[in-house]
């Protein structure tokens, strides 16, 4: 990447001739996001439902999601760090796309929540595991002006796969069970380990750090960053509790919610995959950490949405809060990232990378622990009142962050 040499009238001479963004990396692992989330959102879509067929409730998903994000944010926080003294960080990226393609398909296994809870957190730390890894990778494979592009492109297409999910379990559910459906989900699990396998990858110098010397490393406005993330993160609960929360407001009968709430989540992912390179390329033009402020206020308008729900809402009510809600994950995704890469020296991306993992981790275990608590205990308006004000808060320190 960078300049090319040419000879001219028998002189070396530099042009500058642009290095395509939209290059053999960043394609692979599109497709291999594609294909990972394609099988992630199928299980995902039918996993709240599952749950409570076998014993569990609102405050069970959220402790199932809370404590699989939280040993995923290690994994992602160990594998950052760890890749940035690896000649070659591909071998851990494919490791992790191997565990969450398994893990999703080993759900047909379980049987207690307690096994689902299991099973959940293994696949979800491979998860972690990959995150940092094929961030670094990826924002190494392009000029540092077309980062958001790529960032925008990989959520794109990791999204597209997040919608062809959830309309995949809503085809399969007329023909088969469950688990049947969870088990199918390691055709596209395999197939991304195959896409992201096939990454080119240059040889690196070795530049790790003792542990905590790499912490103490990231620079300071990065670290005011993870402030701002860290405290919106607190309250960005899970999306499958947003599944179960529109199938009990659904204005149709039981068995309709349900295939209602997963066309709802099928409409979130589609927004999502639809704004995501349009919001990169937004972040470009206008400030990513702005642009980013504006997508954690839309998350927080959305909780206020559910809060201020009648009893049966329209179903053109429940699109607008999904709606906001898919414009808001784009938004988080999509420029976390780019905002990442633009603080990091490349020598402490893979740390910084799975420093910002960790922090949304810990925020998801939070999140999603505290919002499904308050739901039980209280009421759904606590949990997203508790939502809400984590995210204007959030979005009101990283736009005065420096």
């Not at 049947?180 to 055709?187: E, V, W």
């Not at 701002?228 to 009968?253: E, N, T």
């Not at 810990?362 to 995210?391: M, N, Q």
Request: one cysteine or more.
């Amino acid at each position: 990447m960078g300049p090319e040499r040419e000879r001219v009238d028998g002189l070396d001479s530099v042009t500058t001739v642009p290095t395509p963004w939209l290059n053999r990396t960043v394609l692979a692992f599109g497709v291999a996001s594609f294909f990972s989330d394609a099988g992630h959102e199928t299980a995902t879509a039918i996993l709240p439902f599952f749950l409570v067929s076998v014993g569990g409730s609102a405050a069970v998903l959220g402790l199932v999601e809370g404590v699989a994000d939280a040993l995923s944010t290690a994994a992602k926080l160990v594998s950052g760090w760890y890749s940035d003294g690896l000649r070659h960080r591909k071998p851990l990226g494919v490791a992790g796309y191997a565990a969450t393609g398994v893990g999703m398909a080993a759900f047909a296994l379980t049987w207690t929540p307690l096994q689902l809870l299991v099973v959940r957190a293994l696949s979800w730390m491979g998860r972690g595991m990959r995150g940092p890894v094929r961030d670094a990778m990826l924002a190494e494979a392009v000029p540092p002006e077309a980062v958001g592009r790529a960032f925008g492109f990989h959520r794109a297409m990791d999204t597209v796969g997040a919608v062809l999910g959830p309309l995949s379990a809503l085809v399969l559910l007329s023909f088969c069970g469950y688990r049947a459906i969870f088990a199918l989900t390691l055709i596209p699990g395999l197939l991304s380990v195959v896409a992201f396998a096939s990454t080119p990858e240059r040889a690196r110098d070795r530049t790790r750090l003792d542990f905590r010397a790499s912490i103490r490393e990231l620079p300071r406005p990065y670290r005011s960053f993870l402030v701002a993330v860290g405290i919106f993160g607190l309250g960005d609960f899970a999306r499958s509790l947003l599944i179960l929360r529109a199938a009990q407001l659904s204005p149709v009968g039981a068995v309709s919610a349900q295939y209602l709430a997963i066309g709802l989540y099928v409409f979130h992912n589609l927004v999502h995959a639809g704004a995501a390179y349009g919001i990169g390329v937004l972040g470009t033009r206008l400030g990513a950490r702005r642009t980013l402020a504006a997508g954690y206020a839309l998350f927080g308008l959305m909780a206020l949405g559910f809060i201020i729900a009648p009893a049966h809402p329209s179903v053109w009510m429940l699109l607008g809060l999904f709606l906001l809600a898919g414009l808001s994950l784009s938004a988080e995704e999509v420029l976390e990232g780019t905002v990442a890469a633009e603080l990091l020296p490349e020598h402490l991306r893979g740390t910084g990378y799975g420093t910002l993992a960790a922090v949304n981790g810990v925020g998801d275990l939070v999140a999603s622990a505290a919002v499904g608590f308050l739901w039980a205990t209280i009421s759904p308006t606590a949990g997203f009142l508790y939502a809400a004000s984590t995210s204007f808060l959030g979005a009101l320190v990283l736009l005065r962050a420096r």
